[in-house]
């Protein structure tokens, strides 16, 4: 299937941005140590006009000149089966690719994990883990195709899943996560199964809705705007996934 999709925040078709919530001020970075060994060139998972169109997107959310342009962004589809965990990692994978900064892909959708698939890694030690123990963060993440992309897995089950992530605990890794790395792109559960995406997006520079061609439905797009304006969240965006045919206007009229 084809996986083209489009930005929907460009020319005033989407939403006015919502303001910002107050940051946190950040803690004295500790940045996570580059290692001495592993690949030097990316391992990709796209290319062609797909890794095109990813690298318009990836320069439209996070490389405007004269932009205040985000460095911690929560990922989170209106729908189930948006395709949300992919677009996810293949933004982190170019990111990293055209930076030379670091780059944390962090799987926080605790209720149905699946973001170590796309990297195809094991869902072993992560969040959920850093969520009950005092470690420091670089002992939870693990490093990808290149020197500068690292991943935090889901980790292991645990009970209460939707209290950890809202937890000061929480809030406390994000900071660390913010502190460690240049970029920090967290995918959560999709907007009409749970409040994740609320939660992580309130402690975040804002939030890319993730919707399907054909698909995703105008109501329940709209339902996760108006949370997200309640919230005071900033919507940074909403991409068109799996996009097979020019948009007609119509669509860009449902916001």
């Keep these: 299937m084809s996986r083209n999709f489009e930005l929907l925040n460009q020319a005033g078709r989407l939403q006015a941005m919502l303001e910002s919530p107050a940051l946190v001020p950040e803690p004295e970075p500790q940045r996570i140590p580059e290692?001495?060994?592993g690949p030097s060139t990316p391992a990709l998972g796209v290319a062609g006009p797909v890794r095109e169109e990813i690298a318009k997107l990836v320069l439209n959310l996070f490389q405007l000149p004269g932009a205040q342009n985000p460095r911690q962004v929560v990922f989170a589809g209106v729908e189930s089966g948006a395709g949300c965990s992919w677009m996810c990692a293949r933004v982190g994978e170019v990111l990293a690719s055209q930076i030379n900064g670091s780059v944390c892909v962090v799987d926080g959708n605790l209720r149905s994990p699946g973001l170590h698939e796309q990297f195809?890694?094991?869902?072993?030690?992560g969040l959920s883990d850093s969520l009950l123990?005092?470690?420091p963060v670089h002992q939870y993440v693990?490093?990808?195709s290149r020197k500068n992309l690292w991943f935090l897995s889901c980790g292991s089950a645990i009970e209460n899943w939707q209290e950890k992530l809202a937890s000061d605990r929480m809030e406390f890794?994000?900071?660390e996560l913010r502190a460690a790395f240049d970029y920090v792109l967290v995918d959560v559960a999709p907007m009409n199964v749970c409040n994740?995406?609320?939660?992580?997006?309130s402690a975040a520079d804002g939030i890319v809705l993730v919707l399907k061609a054909n698909s995703t439905r105008r109501e329940a797009t709209q339902k996760a705007m108006r949370e997200l304006k309640a919230a005071n969240i900033r919507t940074l965006g909403a991409v068109l996934n799996q996009r097979t045919f020019p948009?007609?206007?119509r669509i860009y009229n449902w916001f």
């Design 35 to 37: 290692p001495d060994h």
């Design 120 to 125: 195809a890694v094991d869902n072993l030690f």
């Design 133 to 135: 123990q005092t470690n």
């Design 142 to 144: 693990q490093q990808l």
């Design 173 to 175: 890794r994000l900071k």
């Design 196 to 201: 994740d995406g609320i939660v992580l997006g």
């Design 247 to 249: 948009i007609p206007d």
